[in-house]
């Protein structure tokens, strides 16, 4: 069938037509009235109870059914229809003598009728006008599942491209940072999938995978000699470095984006500590925003087990234990209990996006 808004006269002659009436004089004679009006596909039968597995199995465009049958009437027979055809309406032209019967019918889902005893013109007439709607409400639909596909397919593209721009702005701001490489695209993995189990809606899952790269954005416009430097930072150069979270949030800020709004969110926030000795703003506890304190675990996370200028990288074991117990200048009261003790609950699946890349 053509798939487009143009329904030719051949797709409707090429219609698929069932004809069920318990009388086979009546089924033959709208078998020759069809056929001979040029339709090409045409089966019967006159057991109703066939109806709904014959439909089932070859999906008819148009179903000639008598009302006024023996074991199972018309009525019983669209109940059925209607379980199958449940995105759809059911393609029914009812058969029918008593006028009473025609209401009815079309409260049941029947799309119209024909009076017996037939007059050739009237079955036509209704016969090639339900063919038509049926196939146009086909080809509809058909249309709109190729167009949803397509902005399923372009959106999926779309969001690659922004994480590729994402991890690329990343990265200049850590390109002289060797071991720091796939830290960005690991902690996309650790921030969707910690969400996701403390239970997060969809959107914020979706929002902090495309987000959380960009924590360290900021750290574009720090001096390499403090950024990269071997050894702990002097008071002044630490002062400098801290400067990276406002920046970031700066860099990031009014766009109407919802990835880089929430981008901004986590820069400025993501150093902030839950007993409120973080930074910049020294902020406790709810006052942190909740996307910051998912990404704010998993990036000491992995940078414990990152090998970083100032430190060796450390294996799942000891990070873990850090994190659980503290040492010294990493601290358990830094993290939201929530999120520790999700973190602490499913640390294999951390340990597996660090070592894998991904969730998979």
């Not at 339709?39 to 439909?55: E, F, G, M, Q, W």
């Not at 309406?89 to 049941?108: D, I």
């Not at 930072?233 to 979270?245: G, N, Q, T, V, Y």
């Not at 910051?292 to 996370?301: E, F, P, S």
Request: charged share 25%.
């Amino acid at each position: 069938m053509n798939h487009t808004s143009v329904i030719t006269a051949a797709d409707i002659l090429c219609g698929k037509v069932l004809i069920v009436d318990d009388q086979e004089t009546n089924v033959l004679l709208l078998e020759q009235m069809l056929r001979a009006a040029g339709y090409l596909s045409i089966n019967s039968t006159t057991d109703p109870r066939k109806v709904c597995a014959l439909h089932l199995r070859d999906r008819y465009d148009l179903i000639l059914l008598d009302l006024q049958m023996p074991g199972m009437d018309g009525f019983q027979v669209m109940e059925g229809l209607q379980k199958i055809e449940t995105e759809s309406y059911l393609p029914v032209l009812v058969l029918t003598a008593q006028p009473g019967h025609k209401l009815r019918a079309l409260q049941a889902g029947a799309k119209d009728f024909i009076s017996k005893p037939f007059d050739l013109a009237e079955v036509l007439s209704r016969v090639h006008n339900m063919l038509e709607v049926r196939l146009l409400h086909q080809a509809l639909r058909t249309y709109n599942h190729v167009l949803e596909q397509r902005v399923r397919n372009r959106t999926a593209e779309l969001q690659e491209s922004y994480l590729e721009t994402i991890f690329a702005m990343t990265r200049a701001a850590e390109h002289k940072d060797e071991d720091t490489g796939a830290h960005v695209q690991r902690i996309s993995y650790y921030s969707r999938e910690l969400a996701t189990i403390l239970g997060m809606n969809s959107e914020f899952v979706e929002h902090i995978f495309f987000a959380s790269p960009m924590h360290d954005i900021g750290k574009i416009g720090i001096p390499d000699h403090i950024l990269l430097k071997r050894g702990s930072l002097s008071p002044d150069e630490w002062e400098i470095m801290k400067e990276h979270a406002p920046m970031g949030a700066h860099i990031l800020g009014n766009s109407k984006s919802r990835f880089l709004a929430m981008g901004a969110e986590i820069a400025l926030n993501h150093h902030e500590r839950w007993d409120g000795s973080g930074y910049p703003a020294g902020k406790r506890g709810d006052a942190i925003p909740i996307a910051a304190r998912v990404m704010n675990i998993c990036d000491i996370y992995d940078a414990l087990r990152s090998k970083r200028p100032y430190k060796p990288a450390f294996d799942h074991a000891k990070s873990m234990q850090i994190i659980a117990c503290g040492d010294g200048r990493i601290r358990p009261e830094h993290f939201d209990p929530k999120v520790l003790a999700a973190f602490i609950q499913n640390e294999n699946l951390f340990c597996q996006i660090f070592e894998t890349g991904s969730a998979c």
